[in-house]
C-alpha cells in the first residue's frame, strides 16, 4: 500500500483538529439537559452518541495516517473555530441551538474532509478519510432533518420513529440539498497544522 | 439566533483552498456539467478497429471464447459508478412512481418526496459517471449491469408498504455509498477522484435519511466499505 506523503501531514493535521474541536464539543452538548440529559429529545441524545463514538475512530485513523507521513499528531482543536465554539457554547439554550452548533462544526468538518480526499496522496487513506467524510456528512443530514422539524416548532415531529403522516414533505429531502458535497467551507489545509 | 451569527460570522464562510487542489475538485465537478476530460479511461474501446497500416495479423480465431470485458481499469471503475449510481436511480424511481399509483397503500408525502428526491440525485450522479467515460472515449453504461440488480428488483417488486420501500432505500443507498467510497481509494485520475469525493457523502445522506424515517438510530460503521461492489459485480 503506498504511505502518506510528508505533504499530506498538514492536511492530515487540519482534519485532525476540526474532529478533536467537533469531538469535544458533542461531549459538551452531552452533558446539557437537552442534549443529552432527561429532556433531550431522542434522535438529538442518539445522534450525539453515536458521534461521539464516529469521532473517536476518526481522531485514531488520522493520527494513524499523520504517523505513517511521518509528522506529529495534532491533538489540539482547530484555532480557527475553538474560540467561537467557546463563545457559543454558553449560549445553547435548547435542542433547536444543540442542533445549530452540532450542524455548523459538521458542515465544516464534512467539507473539509470531502476536499481532503481529493488532496491526499495516499490511496488507502483517501478511502478512510471518504468513509469519515460520508459519516459527518450522514450527520449533516440528520441534523439539517431535525433542524427543520424543530423550526415548525412542533418539537413532537423529532421522535423515534417519527409520526411519517405528521411530518411534512419537506422533511424527506432537506437531509440532502446538493447533488455533489459541497467544499467551498472547508478549512485550509494549514489551518490546523502543528506549528 | 446564536448559532446563525455563527454561520454567518467567523464559522460561516470558510476559505476555499488555494491551488491546484481546488482546481481539481472543480473538474471532478464539471463531469456534472459535461466538461471533464479523463484520459486514463481512453484505453481501447471494444470492438475498436485495429489503426490503418496495422500488420496484417492471423486471421481471427473461429472458436467461440467468452466476450472480453468491455471495461476494463479506470473505465471499469468508473463504469462501475455509473452502474451502482444508475441502479439506485432507477429502483427508487421506479419505488416513487408505484408509491404515486398507489401499489404500496397509503403512502406518505414525506416517503414519496424522499424516494423522488434522492432517484433525482442518483440519476444525476450516473450521468456525471458516464459522462467521465465518453470523456475517455468509452461507451456510457446503459441500465444497472450489475449482479446485484435482479436481486434488488425482487425486493422492490415484493415490497408491500411504504416500509419496505424505506427499508429497501437504506440498503440501497448503502451499497452505494460503501462501493463509492471505496472508489476515492482506487481511481487514479483526479477528475473521477473528485467525483467520488462528492457522490458518495451525499449517498450517504440518503441513507441517514432514509433510516430517520423508518427510526433507526444513527450508526456509522466501523468500515465505511463493507458490503462495496467490485468491478467484478458488473455484468458488461
Known amino acids: 500500500m503506498t504511505a502518506p506523503a510528508p505533504a499530506d501531514v498538514p492536511i492530515l493535521q487540519t482534519a485532525s483538529s476540526l474532529v478533536v474541536l467537533t469531538a469535544d464539543t458533542y461531549t459538551s452538548l452531552r452533558a446539557l439537559p437537552y442534549g443529552g440529559g432527561a429532556t433531550a429529545l431522542a434522535p438529538v441524545r442518539d445522534l450525539l452518541v453515536a458521534a461521539v463514538d464516529a469521532l ?64 491526499l496522496s495516499a490511496p488507502g487513506v483517501r478511502r478512510t478519510v471518504a468513509g469519515h467524510a460520508a459519516a459527518s456528512a450522514q450527520r449533516k443530514a440528520l441534523l439539517l432533518t431535525l433542524q427543520t422539524l424543530l423550526s415548525t416548532g412542533r418539537a413532537e415531529l423529532a421522535a423515534v420513529p417519527p409520526d411519517l403522516l405528521a411530518l411534512p414533505p419537506a422533511a424527506g429531502t432537506v437531509g440532502f440539498p446538493d447533488v455533489l458535497f459541497p467544499t467551498e467551507k472547508a478549512s485550509p489545509a494549514t489551518e490546523g497544522a502543528v506549528r | 439566533m446564536r448559532d446563525r451569527a455563527m454561520g454567518d460570522g467567523a464559522m460561516g464562510d470558510g476559505a476555499m483552498r488555494p491551488g491546484l487542489p481546488r482546481r481539481r475538485f472543480l473538474a471532478g465537478l464539471g463531469a456534472l456539467a459535461g466538461t471533464a476530460a479523463l484520459a486514463a479511461c481512453a484505453d481501447t474501446a471494444p470492438g475498436a478497429p485495429a489503426p490503418s497500416g496495422t500488420p496484417a495479423g492471423p486471421p481471427p480465431p473461429t472458436t467461440t471464447t467468452a466476450a472480453a470485458p468491455a471495461y476494463t481499469g479506470e473505465a471499469a471503475l468508473l463504469a462501475l459508478g455509473a452502474a451502482v449510481s444508475g441502479l439506485a436511480g432507477d429502483v427508487l424511481g421506479q419505488a416513487a412512481a408505484g408509491a404515486g399509483q398507489g401499489r404500496y397503500g397509503a403512502v406518505p408525502a414525506v416517503v414519496s418526496s424522499f424516494l423522488s428526491g434522492a432517484a433525482a440525485q442518483h440519476v444525476a450522479h450516473a450521468e456525471a459517471w458516464n459522462r467521465l467515460l465518453a470523456a475517455g472515449g468509452r461507451p456510457e ?51 473521477a477522484i473528485a467525483l467520488a469525493a462528492g ?28 458490503g462495496a461492489l467490485g468491478t467484478d459485480a458488473l455484468t458488461v
Open chain 2, 199 to 226: 457522490v458518495a457523502p451525499v449517498a450517504a445522506m440518503h441513507g441517514a435519511t432514509a433510516g430517520f424515517l423508518l427510526g433507526r438510530p444513527p450508526t456509522a460503521p466501523a468500515d465505511p466499505t463493507a
Open chain 1, 56 to 119: 473517536d475512530r476518526a481522531r485514531a485513523d488520522l493520527a494513524d495516517a499523520t504517523r505513517a507521513a511521518g509528522g506529529r499528531v495534532q491533538t489540539e482543536p482547530d484555532p480557527r473555530y475553538a474560540p467561537v465554539v467557546e463563545q457559543a457554547l454558553p449560549t445553547v439554550r435548547g435542542p433547536g441551538d444543540v442542533v445549530g452548533l452540532a450542524l455548523t462544526l459538521e458542515d465544516v468538518l464534512a467539507q473539509t474532509l470531502v476536499a481532503d480526499v481529493v488532496d
Open chain 2, 141 to 191: 453504461v446503459s441500465g444497472s449491469p450489475l449482479t446485484a440488480a435482479p436481486a434488488v428488483r425482487e425486493r422492490l417488486d415484493a415490497a408491500l408498504a411504504p416500509v419496505d420501500l424505506l427499508g429497501l432505500a437504506a440498503d440501497l443507498t448503502g451499497t452505494v455509498a460503501a462501493t463509492v467510497t471505496a472508489l476515492t481509494g482506487e481511481l487514479t485520475e483526479a477528475g
